[in-house]
């Protein structure tokens, strides 16, 4: 585990040792979890049109060409 220091607002601060004393968790744990959390949810994920073609016979290699020929800025 690496050690790291955070600047966070005081406000912040107060709310997670308030919320680490009535979870009786440490407020490294919790800013563990939270981190992970956001992380995980940051995770790239493929565009929504990735897999929509018509052409079931269409190669990785053949895909500009598809798009040169198929392609409508409309």
Do not use: C
């Amino acid at each position: 585990m690496e050690k790291t220091t955070v600047y966070i607002p005081r406000e912040m601060q107060a709310s997670l040792k308030a919320l680490a004393q009535r979870t009786g968790r440490s407020q490294a744990d919790l800013m563990r979890e939270a981190l992970e959390l956001y992380v995980r949810g940051q995770q790239r994920q493929l565009p929504s049109f990735v897999g929509i073609v018509e052409d079931g016979n269409l190669q990785a290699r053949d895909v500009e060409g598809w798009l040169e020929q198929n392609w409508h800025a409309d």
